[in-house]
């Protein structure tokens, strides 16, 4: 194949892949769920009154945190989701981050969290299916770094 062809194929990828890639800025869609105080409040802000289901969502972290300022959490699913929206209850506002999942992508998410005290993290898994899914897990931040 010609170089040219090539780079021209190439450029055509390019400017069909935003049109291929459809995220929602729940930043600016929804910028109430942010400042929320409490993950009550941002859950209504962000999906409106639900009553999520608790199951088929584990939300993992260590039980003991030895450093708040990067707290790990691992977030999975089998559920056919829609988005996934994490939340935590002991910093000012409670919306942690809001993922918006391609049709027929697992849940499988890993990222660090700051948390300023002993809390929990919670997430909910909007299927596909319209229903509301959640998992939590309870964890303690060690105080002054170590743990124990």
Sequence with gaps: MERRKFLGFGLAAMAALPSLVSAIDFR?????????????????????????VEKGVKVKTPKVASNGGQVPVTIKSDIDAKTVAVFQNVNPESLVAVFDIPEGQPVDFSFKIKMKKTGTVSAIVEGRDGKFYKGSQSLEVALGGCEG
Excluded: M, R, S
């Design 28 to 52: 600016k869609e929804k910028p109430d769920a942010w400042t929320a105080k409490t993950v009550k409040d941002a859950v209504e802000k962000l999906y409106g009154t639900i009553n999520p």
